[in-house]
């Protein structure tokens, strides 16, 4: 089954987007309408993003990964997986390193674009207060997460999230096309390999937590198993275009208001961390 799959050459960005319109299959992978698309594409994301680099970053990024992982996909099973699915059952089948990769950078695009607002969206009251439980206050938490994606070096992205055992939000950074979901703890990435050993390469990972509390069957054993919330994308073609070599923080700086935390808080008060919290709390 995945000989064709890995037969087929890894053409470039010109290559696979010149077959968008002559695929003779019919595929699941498309790219997603934002909720805020076609403003953003007409007017850019106001005091963040310029409508040329949103048309770069989203429209003709996110075509590029689909595109490559229909190609990948093209006669076979996985054409029928979102791309979610597809991160999670292969993440550790080495075979299917590509198919991972592309389902991976394109559903952490996704998620990036989809959680951006035109206007500033004030952080609710209830989620300012899980942020003073989780032991930062909003402002300590902002600096604490642009420091993070500020020193994270190469492309990546940044990650808020609620933990399932109890609710509180942490900071977490994934490298290249790594993901935050527990089911697929060997290509978190959470390091850079440039200067972590290699076996903290595969997921997060507490040697004092050898438990079932919060520890799915298919998670590492002592795994932290959490919600993504939120994430930024530190890969340079997001924020070269609009803000030069050095203006990275900058980048970081003015997506921070441009987040919509109504979508965050909701996300969270929907995390298994977050209704255990409650119950716990009323017991």
């Known amino acids: 089954m995945l000989q064709p799959l ?10 696979a ?36 680099n949103f048309r770069t970053s989203w429209l003709d990024y996110q075509q590029f990964l689909v595109n490559k992982l229909n190609l990948l996909t093209e006669d076979s099973t996985f054409a029928k997986m979102d791309t979610l699915t597809l991160v999670k059952a292969y993440a550790k089948d080495r075979r299917m390193a590509p198919v991972f990769n592309y389902a991976s950078m394109a559903h952490n695009n996704h998620f990036f674009f989809n959680g951006l607002s035109p206007v500033q969206v004030p952080i609710p009251n209830k989620l300012a ?11 300590s938490m902002k600096q604490d997460f642009l420091a993070a994606a ?5 492309g990546g992205f940044v990650w808020l999230v609620s933990q399932k055992q109890d609710g509180l939000l942490r900071i977490i950074c994934t490298y290249n096309a790594g993901t935050p979901y527990s089911e697929a703890f060997a290509r978190q990435q959470p390091v850079d390999m440039n200067t972590e050993p290699v076996r903290k390469a595969g997921g997060w990972y507490n040697p004092d937590s050898f438990s079932n509390q919060g520890v799915s069957a298919n998670g590492a054993p002592g795994g932290i198993q959490i919600t993504p919330l939120l ?17 990275k923080d900058e980048y970081l700086e003015r997506w921070w208001d441009r987040v919509d935390w109504n979508l965050v808080e909701n996300a969270h008060k929907e995390s298994p961390g977050y209704s255990g919290r409650l119950n716990s709390r009323t017991l």
């Not at 500020?150 to 190469?154: I, M, R, T």
């Open 129 to 139: 207060s899980d942020m003073v439980e989780s032991g930062s206050s909003p402002e």
């Open 17 to 52: 987007a010149s077959i968008a319109n002559g695929l003779r299959y019919r595929s699941l992978h498309s790219r997603p309408q934002l909720r805020h698309e076609r403003e953003f594409e007409e007017k850019g994301i106001p005091g963040f993003m310029s409508p040329e």
């Open 6 to 15: 890995l037969r087929r050459p890894q053409s470039s960005l010109r290559a």
């Open 150 to 154: 500020s020193a994270q070096f190469g």
């Open 231 to 247: 994430c930024v994308n530190t890969w340079e073609h997001a924020w070269l275009y609009d803000y030069g070599f050095d203006g």
